[in-house]
């Protein structure tokens, strides 16, 4: 990752923190732990830190399956899909990590909406981002 985010985030420490503390935030969501019910949350975790990892212009060392495949079935609301992203902003804002960079981050995120949800609406980018003021 060392072309990626992991200097804008302050280093590899950093970005492993940001990585934990937004894993628990969405494990401790009530309104997101049915989504988790009988999942292998080891296994998840590892996805979830080498999917952002990629997500943040890492290296691309994500090899699990695509998001559709991942997600068919589990009947991911939009409205879910939008907290999983508010508990990231929030994360990277606790962290102290800059608007612009939070918004990138965003925006390399939310077309993944298409493949997660069961039916996603159109993605406004610009209301989005006058949310990070």
Known sequence: ???????????????????????????????????????????????QYAFLAMAMGGVNGYLGRTMAAAHAGLGIT??????????????????????????????RLLPLRYDICEQAPDIDLVSRSNRLG
């Open 78 to 107: 939009d409205e879910a899909f939008d907290r999983v992203l508010d508990h990231l902003v929030s994360t990277l804002a606790e962290l102290g990590i800059d608007s612009s960079t939070i918004l990138d981050i965003g925006s």
């Open 1 to 47: 990752m060392a072309n990626g985010y992991e200097g804008r985030l302050g280093g590899a420490d950093t970005f492993g923190l940001a990585v934990e503390s937004f894993y628990r935030r969405v494990l401790r969501d009530p309104e997101l732990q049915r989504y988790f019910a009988g999942i292998d949350l080891e296994r998840l975790h590892h996805h």
